[in-house]
């Protein structure tokens, strides 16, 4: 058993009102090492009310857990909270210091905003949603993708030098999976670096409240330009078919439900790039930092390649790529004893239900024999991921390609430099430069 890296309290008294505001201001120490905050907020306050967020914040596990067993009490119509890019779009509509440009981008996104999908959108719609997109997620669809999320990670190891320093997060954790979804896309890979720009914008809001009106601007030129560039992909596909995920989108059909409409499925895209790649990128990042701060635990890998899949599990639940996402009640309801009036916003800390003492023993150990098969990394109930399995295979694929193919790997720069992202709910390296040889070259 292995000490996850920074994660206990360190004996300082921690005031969570305070210290949860202090994080949704992106307090950098904060943002590195969350968790004795949700500890003695699970301790002292489970649901805190934060005037910031404008929502009660649930930390403990049970209660996160009956709030996803019950869609039709909380809505996810605003999952991704109070400041992602809806609420900014009616916000920059209704403001007349932004550009006529700007405030049309704003318009056309929250004329989309009328077609929420997936994880935004609730029952029935969901369920028929969930249902048209299942075919192309099956257990037989991601078997099948193996070999070529294999070829991109053996790719970008062949691309670097043969020995150096690399910032692993730019040339391994972030084109890994952003190669991997336009491949599914059907669209060019080398646009790479346009659609990170562009998926950027969509969860720039999510997890930073103090956007400033430059921000918001280049916000939403991206969102503006990512619609424009899909919405001709789905119009290219319904004149010349092709066998892709737009494709199978497009043609996806079922008894008695009306097909994905174009708005629909534009949204869709914007999903699962937006979905799929960052937090994708975060984890895989996250894994390298933890090998690389503990030597035994890179040992013991690569002597037993098993010990990755409940690696990948560990580093999940320990890190939460995605801390926490939202629900509306759409009745008065209770949570934990707490009054939550109808309409009122919760934010479910999916990472803090992850380190919940009442559920796991040692919550803060990354613990490769008994590895939790309960934790809520991915959601749980109708909400869940539906890219949880191909983000555990990529993941493995990136850890096994990396271990097996360098050597000599360690951190290239002292560690309290190591940056993390300034959002309080994507979680994730900013950089991680480490030091490498490739195993087959000379010394
Ligand atoms: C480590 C990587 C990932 C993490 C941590 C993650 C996390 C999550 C979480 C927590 C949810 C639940 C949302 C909620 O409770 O409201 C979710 C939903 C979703 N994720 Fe992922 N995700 C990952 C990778 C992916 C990938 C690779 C894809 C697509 C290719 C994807 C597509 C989706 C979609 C479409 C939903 C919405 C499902 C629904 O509401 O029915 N995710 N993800």
């Not at 209660?63 to 996810?76: A, F, G, M, N, Q």
């Not at 109070?82 to 049309?104: C, G, I, K, N």
């Not at 990755?308 to 629900?327: D, K």
Request: proline share 7%.
């Amino acid at each position: 058993m292995t000490t996850a890296p920074e994660t206990t309290a360190g004996g300082c008294p921690v005031h969570p009102q305070e210290q949860f505001a202090k994080l949704t201001m992106r307090d950098r120490d904060l943002v590195r090492c969350p968790f004795p905050v949700y500890a003695e907020m699970r301790r002292e306050a489970p649901v805190m009310w934060n005037d910031r967020l404008g929502a009660y914040i649930i930390s403990r596990y049970e209660d996160i857990r009956e709030v996803l067993r019950d869609p039709k009490t909380y809505s996810s119509l605003q999952a991704s909270g109070p400041t992602s890019v809806t609420p900014l779009a009616r916000q920059v509509e209704a403001d007349e210091s932004y550009s006529e440009e700007t405030r049309a981008a704003a318009h056309r996104r929250l004329e989309l905003a009328e077609y929420p999908v997936l994880i935004n959108s609730d029952p029935p719609e969901h369920k028929r949603q969930r249902a048209l997109v299942a075919a192309a997620f099956t257990p037989r669809r991601i078997k099948e993708m193996e070999p070529h999320f294999q070829a991109i990670a053996d790719d970008l190891i062949d691309k670097m030098a043969d020995e150096g320093v690399t910032d692993i997060v730019e040339d391994f954790a972030l084109p890994l999976p952003m190669t991997v979804i336009a491949g599914l896309l059907g669209v060019p890979a080398d646009m790479m670096h346009t659609f990170k720009e562009w998926t950027g914008a969509f969860t720039k809001g999510v997890g930073a409240m103090d956007l400033t009106h430059e921000d918001i601007t280049e916000l939403f030129k991206s969102t503006n330009a990512f619609y424009t560039y899909f919405g001709a992909e789905i119009e290219r596909r319904r004149k010349e078919p092709q066998d892709d995920l737009i494709g199978t989108l497009l043609d996806a059909r079922l008894d008695g439900e009306t097909p994905l409409g174009d708005e629909e499925l534009l949204q869709m895209l914007v999903l699962f790039l937006v979905a799929g790649n960052e937090t994708t990128t975060n984890l895989i990042s996250s894994m390298v930092y933890y090998l690389l701060k503990d030597p035994e635990l890179l040992a013991s890998l690569r002597e037993d390649e098993d010990l990755i899949t409940p690696f990948v599990e560990e580093c999940l639940r320990l890190e939460s790529p995605t801390q926490g996402l939202y629900r509306t009640a759409t009745t008065d309801t209770s949570i934990g004893g707490v009054d939550i009036p109808e309409g009122t916003m919760v934010f479910l800390m999916y990472a803090s239900a992850n380190r919940d003492e009442e559920i796991f023993s040692d919550p803060d150990e990354l613990d490769l024999e008994n590895p939790s098969t309960q934790h809520l990394a991915f959601g749980r109930g109708e909400h869940v991921c539906l890219g949880a399995n191909i983000a555990r295979r990529e993941a493995f694929i990136a850890v096994k390609t990396l271990i097996n193919r360098l050597t000599d790997l360690e951190l290239a720069v002292p560690d309290p430099e190591v940056e993390y992202q300034p959002s309080f709910i994507l979680r994730g390296l900013a950089t991680l430069p480490m030091r490498y040889r490739k195993v087959d070259s000379p010394r």
